[in-house]
């Protein structure tokens, strides 16, 4: 996708042997670059949120792979990368994933070949992600086309929550992805973008792309959504998904599930759009079996942002010495949504029809 109009890829590997990536913790306010050397490096850009989203954040975790290979490619050392960077970041499914996948194709290999491997695999998950992401927007504009189509006239006004656009991807987005490819198609869309606190992830990446993209948007606090679609100001919503179990339960950002509650009294449909990567086939409850990660409560406490002088700081804005909690992740159970979105198609949420679409 777009910044500048130049289009820009969030993670690339550079010709002597290192990673770039976007810093996401800079925008929207500065578009920033950063340097992976080693997997130290690829752990605290996935832990810092640097890079974040769960498809980025396999793809990450599979380049810092590479970089441990070419450090170290002994069996002990692998092991102890691999096991650094499972523990960075533990509710997306696709950090595990990314690195099973990696594992497998290294392990039977002598060290001497493993770098170029494990460069190879990483690079062709990215590849892999960037199809899956334009699968899923070109099945997910059908979903918008149709909403247009009810209208006979007009935007069509999606609602979403955090970011699920490029920037939690390696291209083209998740729930994003369909208001892109809808945008070739000549379809209008308007995107109602929930602030997400406490990282501020809408208001900061999610506006930041759509404005790139020339996208119109309005941002809104977390807690509007529910008065919009009771005033028929939302045609339907559409969100990412860190983990999807194999019954069709999705955890994404905190407050996803009261949103999925809003969508369902007020008569609105709810869409989950995640690839294959993130179902976790391994699971049947979400609510009992996702591990919620819980962050650093200065991020419920401070705001990160520009001052007036340009300069980045965190301002407190809660009451000193008050305790504050920060889960980063809920769980919609499957009943709330209408259909997760993958880049084989739409499907229900419920398990037969996931296994029949993934002939699992």
Known sequence: MLIDGQPTRTIWPTPDGAVEILDQTRLPHRVETVRLTNVEDAVRAIADMQVRGAPLIGVTAAYGMALAAGADPADEALASARARLAASRPTAVNLAWALERIGRVLADLPPAHREAAAWAEAAAMAEEDVAACR??????????????????????????????????????????????????????????????????????????????????????????????????????????????????????????????????????????????????????????????????????????GSLEDGSLSWVRVASPGSAAANYAFDVTPARLITAIVTERGRVAASAEPLRTLFDR
């Not at 391994?282 to 419920?300: C, F, K, N, Y």
């Open 135 to 304: 699968a899923i927007g070109e099945h997910g504009a059908d979903l918008i086309a149709e909403a247009a189509a009810r209208k006979g006239g007009g935007p069509v006004n999606v609602l979403t929550h955090c970011n699920a656009g490029w920037l939690a991807t390696v291209d083209w987005g998740t729930a994003l992805a369909p208001i892109y490819v809808a945008q070739e198609r000549g379809i209008e869309v308007h995107v109602w973008v929930d602030e997400t606190r406490p990282r501020n992830q809408g208001a900061a990446l999610t506006a930041f792309e759509l404005g790139q993209q020339g996208i119109a948007h309005t941002i809104v606090v977390d807690n509007a959504g529910g008065h919009l679609m009771q005033h028929g100001m939302v045609d339907l919503c559409v969100v990412g998904a860190d983990r999807v179990t194999s019954t069709g339960d999705a955890a994404n950002k905190i407050g996803t599930y009261l949103k999925a509650l809003a969508a369902r009294d007020s008569g609105v449909p709810f869409f989950v759009a995640a690839p294959s990567s993130t179902i976790d086939w391994s699971l049947t409850d979400g609510v009992a079996q996702i591990p919620i990660e819980q962050r650093d409560a200065r991020e419920v406490t401070h705001l990160w």
